[in-house]
């Protein structure tokens, strides 16, 4: 017996070596590709009004925006934000998120051997989180760009970047998942990730096993601030794409059909007499829209766009958006129990900026500043009204409310615009009212005390 158990431990030993041979070495990608990824520092200086940031985490405030503690209103010291990036061209074109550079009055890129340049913002766009900078250098070191489409679920991957600061810090994982959709994010298919990223690794390159660049770490799912094992990159092809247009014309044009659509389940398949789940059904079309122009027709169920099969809801929006402005696109359709071929001209969409202009940005009587909603991110949040808190000031600062809040109802009325929100208060005279507000995943009644 004894003898047996000696033989089995020296063949376990023989063993050992060929298996800790077969696990990644990224000291390769580290020494290779380290040196292109930098570390960005901004500065925005202090403002009255608006909200306090987190120190060395501006660039999450964002995403986790609807988890934050009610904010003062005073006179706020300059901030500063930390993140990632990693360098594109020789010259000095770096890449990193576009909320690690939003409303930075400076900022200051540091390369891997210590040398400091301020940057130059060339653009930015929050559709994709996607943002441009530039450095006066040259000869940079540069990164290789990769290929996700040939990434695998299951295949290791690298990051590096700048957790909480701590510069050139790298991370390993797999890929846990491919074309995630996240919530009010139509036009980024995320590589979901368990690699560690944190505060700080925003804008940082994920790295393929060929030391090729596949993503920009993004955001993380979190409950605390910090990693918990879900992180979500976007596809470099993605980037390169906003990328080439910001560098080009300064802006991005996305395509638009002007429709609104819903995943197609398993009852809504057998109801249409679709084979199996697939798919985006048209569940409104806008008036003079291009969408109504092709003669689309609510129900119809979008199975193909430009040669492109649609297999979820989530990939229309992605297709249209990549479709320059003006093309004419083949769709192919699902209705009335057979398929049909449409010919449809992109239109343009709105860019952020212009829709913004468009909305109510004057405070209403209880000091809110609120934007509408679309159709979609209602579905998306699992509301049939409300409209977004931008700013909270006044009567509305003292009870509570805060940016990133969401107004549903007015004393029990709903609200699904600026105008209604302000109509329902110059109503109520001088008295509480009753504000229904959705904040993260709860509901609560908040009571507001209006001044005459």
Request: proline letters at 5%.
């Amino acid at each position: 017996m004894q003898k047996w158990f000696w033989l089995s431990v020296c063949l376990l030993n023989l063993a050992w070596p060929a298996r800790a041979a077969d696990l990644p070495d990224f000291t390769g990608i580290v020494d290779k590709q380290g040196a292109a990824v930098v570390n960005i520092t901004t500065t925005q200086e202090a403002r009255r009004g608006g909200r306090q940031g987190m120190p060395g985490q501006d660039e999450m405030f964002e995403f986790f925006r609807r988890f934050m503690p009610p904010e003062g209103r005073g006179f706020m010291p300059p901030r500063q934000g930390q993140g990632s990036g990693f360098i594109l061209s020789a010259d000095g074109y770096i890449m990193t998120n576009a909320h690690v550079v939003d409303g930075a009055d400076e900022v200051v890129v540091k390369l891997n051997d210590k040398r400091e340049f301020r940057a130059k913002v060339i653009g930015a766009d929050k559709r994709t989180d996607v943002a441009l900078i530039k450095i006066e250098a040259q000869n940079l070191p540069k990164v290789t760009i990769g290929d996700p489409d040939q990434l695998k679920v299951g295949e290791w991957v690298l990051a590096i970047g700048a957790p909480f600061g701590f510069e050139n810090s790298a991370t390993a994982g797999i890929v846990s998942a491919k074309g995630r959709s996240l919530p009010q994010e139509n036009y980024v298919p995320f590589i979901q990730t368990d690699v560690a990223v944190n505060p700080g690794n925003s804008g940082g390159p994920l790295f393929n096993l060929k030391g090729e660049v596949v993503g920009i770490n993004s955001q993380i799912i979190s409950r605390s601030g910090g990693y918990m094992g879900l992180s979500f990159a976007i596809p470099i092809d993605v980037a390169m794409d906003v990328a080439e247009q910001l560098k080009g014309k300064g802006k991005i044009s996305r395509g638009r059909l002007g429709v609104l659509i819903q995943e197609v389940t398993a009852d809504l398949a057998e109801s249409y007499g679709l084979d199996k789940p697939r798919g985006a059904l048209i569940a409104d079309v806008e008036s003079d829209s291009p969408a109504e122009k092709a003669g689309l027709q609510p129900g119809d169920i979008v199975l193909n766009f430009n040669g492109k099969p649609v297999a979820t809801s989530i990939d229309l929006p992605r297709l249209v958006g990549a479709t320059k402005p003006g093309t004419k696109a083949g769709m192919q359709v699902w209705r009335k129990g057979q398929t049909r071929d449409i010919q449809i001209t992109v239109a343009e969409l709105a860019d952020d900026k212009a829709v913004a202009d468009a909305g109510a940005k004057q405070a209403n009587r209880a000091g809110l500043v609120v934007s509408q909603l679309s159709a979609e991110q209602k579905r998306q949040l699992g509301i049939k009204a409300g409209v977004l808190v931008e700013d909270a000031s006044g009567a509305a600062a003292r009870a509570g409310i805060q940016p990133g809040d969401i107004i549903l109802a007015v004393s029990s009325r709903a609200v699904n615009s600026a105008h209604e929100l302000a109509q329902l208060l110059n109503q109520a005279g001088r008295k509480i009212v009753a504000l229904q507000v959705k904040r993260g995943e709860g509901v609560l009644i908040v009571p507001l005390r209006l001044e005459p």
